[in-house]
């Protein structure tokens, strides 16, 4: 690829980002519109008297008296400048809000991605071809699909926390404290990757490049690390992609079954006291995500298949 | 590694050659009907030596070479008196032990290196598994002996090409490398599995080379292909199979030049590059009844078939070696036959021969002089084409001209055939004639009105779409999974105004013309054999009566027993409805056999034009001397035997009083 041609691409996915934030601002400005209720009552708290003096002065400090339009166009104003507001609950700026919760998220979320990605590849790698193989599996990964998160969760609190005392219950301090967690989100992921896997291999094994390999020598374990397992990963670097995008959107259940802190107890207690900046915020923070996430899956498409590389 | 106990075991047996397969059985259990694929093969072969397997698919070569390296699947069951290869018995063989075998001893090359060699990995990384998997050199030294190893199979800028990937580069060098991947260990024996199927010409001739410098070079060669043409000049010994049992087996120049079994001689009679236009390729069929499983396989499809074929399996006869042909293979004066223990046929009436074969040039209705043959060229052109050209924009910018200025005229009723390697520019040619695509420049006109170019709007052209139509390469592309036969030629009959009513009968119509059955009706394209899906999209093309049919490469993908009935069919076809054909392939032997004048096309340019005879004896350009050199034709005698000429021949036999 020319060096022009590089710019030219960058500069597209640059465009389209801008593009998909700017949509999700508007859509959430909109929503924020249409939210009934006063933003002044929900400021002030359910249990205020304050006079309306106090509540008129709110009001033009927030800018709420302006019309519509000439709001939203200060709103984008703000956000062009990464201000994100600050929240009506807390009254501290939406952005640190959301940067202190972020890192256990991230935590969470990448452990739980990659336990999930590492138990799907030895689940499918061992059972794609071999049939009784894969019933026994595909058993396992119906029910981790079809268990709700909280209620394993709760099931995996009860054994490891209560009665082994080998995890503990809740927070996020140690190390330790992520293990149930992540592997809370990981089983019901690792069921979706490795059926997804596995049927990759499979449509991999049946091609005659296949047959070459053994023909040259190689084992049949071989043959699936080191040929067909690259094949599939392109529907498990979508599927993976993607589902990282969700679990960084905050996984609220989970987050709350083991009170840990983290975008989903954020967005959770934003949605429940109608705090809109913090709402609009990881509305924000999830298409931002995307976007992040959908460049690195095309990309990875290019490092896994040269045949997709222009040029 | 596991110790070879070759050397022990070979004082055993000083006289056994490196390979001896004796009775061996192939049956998969996936089969409900479980008959074996491959049933009571015996053949050997030694160092230095070339055996072809050849057989229409499914006829249980590549099982067989699959056998020979472990590989033919896990629901297969495989029994042999003895399966030896350099005196280890095959048949005790554990996962391990096959592992130490393959790629070190035997090589394996399939077909069509896109999908033989991994997409995903450099040419090179692939050769070097080869060696990194038996440990044939050093780590270090990987990525030299990659680079020699290109290099001796004539790759040029080894270290450039060593980088690349399969889809990056052409059709002969990504072949060229996956035959280096399955030689990189210096294997003793070589299995080639339709190695140059689908590959130009001159590129198949080169990889041919290729095989037989390893042959030279003293490794044992088992070429596999359904093309007895291919196989001609490089075996020294030939079995041909068929229904999983080899029907006729002996040195190369007995089996081409005094073939005995039936379908040997189908087999050979299917080459059309030694027929010309108007010589039917395929026996006339014959629908004898199913033979019995304890019956001779072929006798369904034998003309020579009767109640005792039906019943009994033939005893294998030994045919006398017939001097005249005998002498042409120095394999065979040494007296070292190799395939068992010399000529034989699995038939009952072999010796049946020139007598009941009698020359008859027009006996057969089917083609004969069609109306395109030997007409003078006195009717307007259909098919005007102009100074067409057409550029496409690569990836990286450039653009690249896939067409240039070429001009051709198709008259009513005629044949032209367009012969080119792949990147000619030939289908480029057909998707404009077709109106799919429009030429950047020059003109297209059709029946006398302008059809494509500059000014022709598509509404005017709509109408007319029905009298041009088209035959691919792969029917299963074209056709929607969902349907059946009859919705799809009952959809194209549409749009010649058949009323739903009609719909069916003139689908059962259609359906006849192309030899098929009206049982088929109800099946979907996945139900039909390569052959019957052919037929049936062109029952599809002539569904709404059309002028022209476009052929794409109508038989590249089909065996050429099948496709010498496909070749048949188009020409009857035309000689009864006057269609004319504009006809596209890369195969110079069937381009001679269906042309009344052909176009040779080479990087988007006409090189050479002119009437199909003209050319092929006294090509003007040397591009098309270059590609006539690189023709395969069967050796011994056959290609044009003074007797018989390029007539047709009919079998007249009077099978005897059962």
Same mark, same amino acid.
Not at chain 2, 434 to 457: I, K, M, N, Q, Y
Not at chain 2, 460 to 488: M, N, T, W
Not at chain 2, 500 to 523: C, F, I, K, N
């Given at each position: 690829?020319?060096?022009?041609?590089?710019?030219?691409?960058?500069?597209?996915?640059?465009?389209?980002?801008?593009?998909?934030?700017?949509?999700?601002?508007?859509?959430?400005?909109?929503?924020?519109?249409?939210?009934?209720?006063?933003?002044?009552?929900?400021?002030?708290?359910?249990?205020?008297?304050?006079?309306?003096?106090?509540?008129?002065?709110?009001?033009?400090?927030?800018?709420?008296?302006?019309?519509?339009?000439?709001?939203?166009?200060?709103?984008?104003?703000?956000?062009?400048?990464?201000?994100?507001?600050?929240?009506?609950?807390?009254?501290?700026?939406?952005?640190?809000?959301?940067?202190?919760?972020?890192? !256990?998220?991230?935590? &969470?979320? %990448?452990? #739980?991605?990659? *336990? $999930?990605?590492? @138990? /799907?590849?030895?689940? =499918?790698?061992?059972?794609?071809?071999?049939?009784?193989?894969?019933?026994?599996?595909?058993?396992?990964?119906?029910?981790?699909?079809?268990?709700?998160?909280?209620?394993?969760?709760?099931?995996?609190?009860?054994?490891?926390?209560?009665?082994?005392?080998?995890?503990?219950?809740?927070?996020?301090? !140690?190390?330790?404290? &992520?293990? %149930?967690? #992540?592997?809370? *989100? $990981?089983?019901? @992921? /690792?069921?979706?990757? =490795?059926?997804?896997?596995?049927?990759?291999?499979?449509?991999?094994?049946?091609?005659?490049?296949?047959?070459?390999?053994?023909?040259?020598?190689?084992?049949?374990?071989?043959?699936?690390?080191?040929?067909?397992?690259?094949?599939?990963?392109?529907?498990?670097?979508?599927?993976?992609?993607?589902?990282?995008?969700?679990? &960084?959107?905050?996984?609220?259940?989970?987050?709350?079954?083991?009170?840990?802190?983290?975008?989903?107890?954020?967005?959770?207690?934003?949605?429940?006291?109608?705090?809109?900046?913090?709402?609009?915020?990881?509305?924000?923070?999830?298409?931002?995500?995307?976007?992040?996430?959908?460049?690195?899956?095309?990309?990875?498409y290019l490092a896994i298949d040269p045949r997709l590389r222009k040029g | 590694m596991v110790p070879r106990p070759a050397n022990q075991e070979a004082l055993t047996f000083p006289a056994e050659p490196l390979l001896v397969v004796d009775g061996l059985d192939v049956t998969f259990a996936a089969d409900p009907r479980s008959v074996p694929a491959v049933r009571d093969v015996s053949f050997r072969l030694d160092r230095g030596r070339c055996l072809a397997l050849v057989g229409e698919s499914g006829s249980g070569k590549s099982v067989t070479a699959r056998t020979l390296v472990g590989l033919t699947g896990g629901r297969s069951t495989v029994t042999a008196r003895r399966l030896a290869f350099a005196g280890e018995d095959l048949t005790a063989f554990t996962e391990p032990r096959w592992r130490?075998?393959?790629?070190?001893?035997?090589?394996?090359?399939?077909?069509?290196?896109?999908?033989?060699?991994?997409?995903?990995?450099?040419?090179?990384?692939?050769?070097?598994?080869?060696?990194?998997?038996?440990?044939?050199?050093?780590?270090?030294?990987?990525?030299?002996?990659?680079?020699?190893?290109?290099?001796?199979?004539?790759?040029?800028?080894?270290?450039?090409?060593?980088?690349?990937?399969?889809?990056?580069?052409?059709?002969?060098?990504?072949?060229?490398?996956?035959?280096?991947?399955?030689?990189?260990?210096?294997?003793?024996?070589?299995?080639?599995?339709?190695?140059?199927?689908?590959?130009?010409?001159?590129?198949?001739?080169?990889?041919?080379?290729?095989?037989?410098?390893?042959?030279?070079?003293?490794?044992?060669?088992?070429?596999?292909?359904?093309?007895?043409?291919?196989?001609?000049?490089?075996?020294?010994?030939?079995?041909?199979?068929?229904?999983?049992?080899?029907?006729?087996?002996?040195?190369?120049?007995?089996?081409?030049?005094?073939?005995?079994?039936?379908?040997?001689?189908?087999?050979?009679?299917?080459?059309?590059?030694?027929?010309?236009?108007?010589?039917?390729?395929?026996?006339?069929?014959?629908?004898?009844?199913?033979?019995?499983?304890?019956?001779?396989?072929?006798?369904?499809?034998?003309?020579?078939?009767?109640?005792?074929?039906?019943?009994?399996?033939?005893?294998?006869?030994?045919?006398?070696?017939?001097?005249?042909?005998?002498?042409?293979?120095?394999?065979?004066?040494?007296?070292?036959?190799?395939?068992?223990?010399?000529?034989?046929?699995?038939?009952?009436?072999?010796?049946?021969?020139?007598?009941?074969?009698?020359?008859?040039?027009?006996?057969?209705?089917?083609?004969?002089?069609?109306?395109?043959?030997?007409?003078?060229?006195?009717?307007?052109?259909?098919?005007?084409?102009?100074?067409?050209?057409?550029?496409?924009?690569?990836?990286?910018?450039?653009?690249?001209?896939?067409?240039?200025?070429?001009?051709?005229?198709?008259?009513?009723?005629?044949?032209?055939?367009?012969?080119?390697?792949?990147?000619?520019?030939?289908?480029?040619?057909?998707?404009?004639?077709?109106?799919?695509?429009?030429?950047?420049?020059?003109?297209?006109?059709?029946?006398?009105?302008?059809?494509?170019?500059?000014?022709?709007?598509?509404?005017?052209?709509?109408?007319?779409?029905?009298?041009?139509?088209?035959?691919?390469?792969?029917?299963?592309?074209?056709?929607?999974?969902?349907?059946?036969?009859?919705?799809?030629?009952?959809?194209?009959?549409?749009?010649?105004?058949?009323?739903?009513?009609?719909?069916?009968?003139?689908?059962?119509?259609?359906?006849?013309?192309?030899?098929?059955?009206?049982?088929?009706?109800?099946?979907?394209?996945?139900?039909?054999?390569?052959?019957?899906?052919?037929?049936?999209?062109?029952?599809?093309?002539?569904?709404?009566?059309?002028?022209?049919?476009?052929?794409?490469?109508?038989?590249?993908?089909?065996?050429?027993?099948?496709?010498?009935?496909?070749?048949?069919?188009?020409?009857?076809?035309?000689?009864?409805?006057?269609?004319?054909?504009?006809?596209?392939?890369?195969?110079?032997?069937?381009?001679?056999?269906?042309?009344?004048?052909?176009?040779?096309?080479?990087?988007?340019?006409?090189?050479?034009?002119?009437?199909?005879?003209?050319?092929?004896?006294?090509?003007?350009?040397?591009?098309?001397?270059?590609?006539?050199?690189?023709?395969?034709?069967?050796?011994?005698?056959?290609?044009?035997?003074?007797?018989?000429?390029?007539?047709?021949?009919?079998?007249?036999?009077?099978?005897?009083?059962?």
């Open positions: 690829m020319t060096a022009l041609g590089l710019v030219r691409a960058v500069g597209i996915r640059l465009a389209a980002a801008v593009a998909v934030l700017f949509g999700a601002a508007t859509v959430a400005f909109a929503a924020l519109q249409l939210v009934p209720g006063n933003p002044v009552a929900v400021l002030l708290g359910p249990a205020t008297t304050a006079p309306p003096a106090v509540r008129e002065q709110i009001r033009v400090d927030f800018g709420f008296n302006r019309p519509v339009v000439t709001q939203y166009l200060i709103y984008l104003g703000h956000l062009a400048r990464g201000d994100l507001g600050q929240s009506y609950q807390l009254q501290r700026p939406v952005s640190s809000l959301i940067g202190s919760q972020l890192g !256990s998220t991230a935590q &969470l979320a %990448l452990a #739980a991605i990659g *336990l $999930a990605v590492v @138990i /799907a590849v030895m689940s =499918a790698v061992a059972t794609a071809g071999r049939p009784r193989l894969t019933a026994i599996a595909s058993t396992w990964e119906l029910v981790a699909v079809s268990t709700p998160s909280f209620w394993l969760g709760i099931v995996l609190l009860t054994f490891f926390s209560f009665r082994w005392r080998i995890f503990p219950v809740a927070g996020s301090q !140690s190390f330790s404290s &992520l293990v %149930l967690p #992540a592997l809370t *989100l $990981a089983l019901p @992921i /690792a069921g979706v990757l =490795a059926q997804v896997l596995r049927e990759g291999l499979e449509a991999a094994l049946d091609q005659p490049f296949v047959v070459t390999a053994r023909a040259r020598g190689l084992s049949r374990t071989a043959v699936r690390l080191r040929h067909a397992l690259r094949h599939a990963a392109v529907s498990l670097v979508t599927l993976a992609g993607w589902l990282t995008g969700t679990l &960084l959107g905050g996984a609220v259940l989970v987050e709350v079954v083991f009170a840990r802190p983290g975008i989903g107890a954020l967005t959770l207690q934003a949605v429940s006291n109608k705090d809109m900046p913090v709402v609009i915020g990881v509305v924000l923070l999830s298409a931002g995500v995307f976007v992040v996430l959908s460049t690195l899956v095309d990309l990875a | 130490t075998l393959r790629g070190r001893r035997i090589g394996l090359v399939l077909q069509d290196a896109l999908v033989s060699l991994d997409p995903l990995r450099t040419v090179g990384a692939e050769i070097a598994e080869t060696l990194r998997t038996h440990r044939v050199v050093p780590r270090a030294g990987l990525e030299a002996r990659t680079l020699s190893l290109l290099t001796e199979v004539g790759v040029p800028e080894p270290e450039q090409r060593a980088r690349q990937y399969p889809h990056q580069l052409s059709g002969g060098l990504r072949q060229r490398a996956l035959i280096a991947s399955a030689i990189a260990a210096g294997p003793d024996l070589v299995l080639a599995d339709e190695p140059t199927t689908a590959l130009d010409v001159t590129v198949q001739a080169q990889v041919l080379d290729l095989l037989r410098r390893r042959k030279q070079d003293g490794a044992a060669l088992l070429l596999i292909s359904h093309d007895l043409a291919v196989v001609g000049g490089l075996a020294d010994d030939i079995a041909v199979m068929y229904a999983g049992r080899i029907v006729e087996e002996g040195p190369a120049a007995q089996v081409l030049g005094d073939p005995r079994h039936p379908y040997t001689r189908a087999l050979l009679d299917a080459v059309p590059v030694t027929h010309a236009k108007g010589a039917r390729l395929a026996p006339a069929a014959v629908r004898h009844p199913a033979p019995t499983p304890s019956g001779c396989p072929y006798a369904g499809r034998c003309p020579r078939s009767d109640l005792r074929c039906r019943d009994q399996l033939p005893e294998r006869v030994v045919i006398p070696t017939r001097p005249d042909v005998a002498a042409a293979e120095p394999g065979v004066a040494d007296g070292r036959p190799t395939v068992g223990t010399g000529h034989a046929a699995l038939c009952w009436y072999p010796t049946v021969d020139a007598p009941a074969v009698l020359d008859a040039v027009d006996d057969r209705p089917a083609s004969g002089a069609g109306p395109g043959v030997g007409r003078p060229v006195t009717a307007a052109a259909l098919l005007e084409v102009d100074g067409i050209s057409k550029r496409f924009r690569s990836p990286d910018g450039t653009s690249r001209a896939a067409v240039r200025d070429v001009s051709l005229r198709l008259h009513p009723g005629e044949t032209l055939g367009i012969v080119g390697e792949s990147g000619s520019g030939k289908t480029t040619v057909a998707r404009i004639v077709l109106g799919l695509l429009e030429p950047d420049g020059g003109t297209v006109r059709f029946a006398g009105r302008p059809w494509g170019g500059s000014g022709v709007r598509e509404p005017d052209r709509r109408g007319r779409r029905r009298h041009i139509q088209a035959i691919y390469q792969d029917p299963l592309g074209s056709f929607d999974p969902r349907y059946r036969v009859e919705r799809i030629i009952g959809e194209a009959a549409a749009t010649a105004g058949v009323t739903r009513a009609g719909r069916g009968a003139r689908v059962a119509e259609l359906l006849e013309q192309v030899g098929l059955s009206a049982d088929l009706m109800g099946r979907r394209p996945l139900e039909l054999s390569g052959g019957q899906r052919q037929r049936v999209a062109i029952a599809r093309a002539l569904a709404p009566g059309p002028d022209l049919i476009v052929c794409d490469e109508p038989v590249s993908a089909l065996d050429v027993s099948v496709q010498a009935q496909i070749l048949d069919l188009l020409a009857g076809l035309q000689s009864e409805l006057g269609v004319a054909l504009l006809f596209i392939s890369h195969d110079l032997g069937v381009i001679h056999h269906v042309s009344d004048r052909i176009v040779v096309m080479k990087d988007g340019a006409v090189v050479e034009t002119g009437e199909v005879a003209q050319v092929f004896a006294h090509p003007a350009a040397g591009y098309t001397r270059e590609l006539l050199a690189a023709v395969p034709r069967p050796v011994g005698g056959r290609t044009a035997p003074p007797d018989r000429g390029a007539s047709t021949r009919v079998v007249v036999t009077t099978p005897p009083a059962p």
